[in-house]
């Protein structure tokens, strides 16, 4: 059989087996687009969408074989244009200089920031001075001022004295780009308040979601107080700013922070407890269990409490994700399909791309389906094993075992890529976590919010926060053992995407080439354990330097710039603190100027406007970094703060003792979300 026909006949055999590919092709189009240099134009759009349309007509006449290929032509052409569409429908004004002054607004949002102080997010937005045209759609403050009244309330008019600036680019070239995730969430400033928040109007007499929200979220806070309360608040309505940050990073360093984000854990629990109880409750009364189709009544009530759990917790991105997932299992019980399938989960991952196709860089979209893909696909080949071996009772325990395995497994890639951390007992944690989570926590939430019009709900909130005291002790427990896991450096441009293209093939692809798939894996693992970080890291505003030594990144600060400096340090797999790594620098420099030796050329850091006025040369081979803005004129290469807020931060490596520079808008592009607008 020569090559084209053995081709043809294994993509015969894929046949019934082809919709879970849908997403994944539509995925590689939105992934292009992300990675395109350059914004595609409007008519670029339309003609590439009319090609894949014409495409996909064609593929519908073709033969079986030919058809596969221009379909995955066609799907990825779609997701392209799905994503460029949607840039387009986000665009809103975003801030392009610096801004001190009064802003006013509506509170539409409030969480937590990394200081722990009060954040809020404000729509409506005024300015002084700035016409509505450039006027940012929304705006989000940190409060480190005095209360100006009690607390920040939802749909309240506020006004306060702010530091607004444009959202920052990636800390470094080629990291997380916080320009693009707050394009997409129509977010055009960010700063912070030292004054107190003044309040213009009250909130309007009509309850919104948001403020019914809050309101939930401070009764259960006043029922349950401390951590457990802020805990309990976080997994009913997605209010976060109960949670302190020795908490969340305990949550962390034990790999249970996901039992804190409403995702498909939560939303799978609780429609399957709602599920159980309406069936076996209708299943009791002979009656009704008789004469009606109670397994799908259970399904649409389950839908409906969903869908109510969904209104609650805010309707974020991940919350979304996990409804949309639990509606398609739960629809396909109701036409008596099998509500867990691979096909369910890619027609969930289809409507989430189509809606947000921003949302295939995440995170929680990469983690979620990764593990409900993998416990599908893992649990559906035990089923075809008999024979085992097990007790009956031992079934439901092995199965927790082998759930929580499973799901860390499928999502440990992916949270050492975006988070740099392992839990080397991140098993044991989610073994002692997850059962009391499905058991106790969201039955007894379910319970009190059916008991709370009664005034009865102290007793299942008694139980729920007995529960969830039990996971933070365990959170706490892990996170201080030793040994309890390690740092690992960021992969390298396309690490994670070829890993995950080869895990897509052993998950979906039939027949015993799926083997194939272990190739990409273990290429993109020799890839990331030699991933080579830059040498020199230079922040976009020139007030932070990091050299890499043998010791570690060596900062030329130890205070300020805290982002960038944490960032850093967490892409090099290193845990050391900002002071511990400023103390790696141990050059005795002029006040202000910082100096290393890189190869054959120095790294010169000025710090401030008087160290800067005080600078009086340099060698043709040293690279000088400025905080401030300078106009002298140099023998040597500078970079001033103007010039930094065009390049974007700067990673340079030592390449045969000489540099090479990156800077970080020529990874990132001329895009929306990184372009001035043309005032």
Sequence with gaps: MGFVSRTGFIILMQRGHLFPWVPVCMGAGIGLYFQLSREPSVSVTIAIGAVSLVVAILAAKSGPIIS??????????????????????????????????PVEGTIVGLDRSATDA???????????????????????????????FSEPTPGMRVIVAAHLSPPAGPVEPGGFDFQRHAWFQTLGAVGYSRTPLLALAPPPDKDTVFATRMRLSKQIQNRMSGEVGGFAAAVTTGDRSGISQSTMQALRSSNLAHLLAISGLHMGLLAGFVFAAIRIGLALIPALALRLPVKKIAACVALVA????????????????????????????????RALSMRAVAFAAVIVLTLRPESLLSPGFQMSFAATAALIAVFGALRTLEGWPIHPWMKPVLAVVLSSAIAGAATAPFAAAHFNQVSQFGLIANLLSVPLMGLVVIPSAVVAGVLTPFGLQDIAL???????????????????????????????????????????????????????????????????????????????????????????????????????????????GDIATQKIAAERWDAQNPAGIRIAKVGDFSIIHVSGRKAAESFLDCAPSDIVIFSTPFEAELPCLSYDQTRLRETGSLAIYNIENQPQIITAREISGKRPWNSKPQN
Excluded at 466 to 483: M, N, T
Excluded at 536 to 564: M, N, P, W, Y
């Design 462 to 572: 008694w139980v729920m926060g007995a529960g969830l005291r039990w996971i933070l002790g365990v959170a706490h427990w892990i996170s201080d053992l030793e040994g309890k896991g390690g740092a690992v450096p960021s992969p390298g441009e396309g690490v994670l995407a070829l890993m995950s293209l080869g895990f897509i093939f052993l998950i979906l692809w039939q027949g015993k080439t799926r083997a194939f798939g272990l190739i990409p894996v273990a290429v993109s693992l020799i890839l990331w354990t030699q991933v080579s970080r830059p040498n020199v890291l230079i922040a976009d505003s020139g007030g932070l330097v990091g050299v890499l030594t043998d010791q570690g990144r060596a900062l030329s600060r130890e205070k300020g710039q805290g982002f960038a400096a944490k960032n850093w340090l967490e892409n090099d």
């Design 68 to 101: 596969v290929f221009l379909w995955g032509f066609a799907l990825a052409g779609i997701g392209l244009c799905l994503a460029a569409s949607r840039s387009h429908i986000v665009s809103a004004p975003t801030l392009s200089w610096r801004y001190y002054g």
């Design 118 to 148: 009060t954040r809020i997010t404000l729509s409506d937005v005024v300015l002084e001075r700035v016409s509505s045209e450039r006027t940012p759609e929304r705006v989000r403050l940190s409060l480190h001022g005095p209360d100006g």
């Design 306 to 337: 969903a869908a109510v759990y969904l209104a609650l917790s805010g309707g974020n991105v991940s919350t979304e994700r996990a409804f949309i997932m639990a509606a398609v299992a739960l629809f396909a019980v109701t036409i008596d399909r």
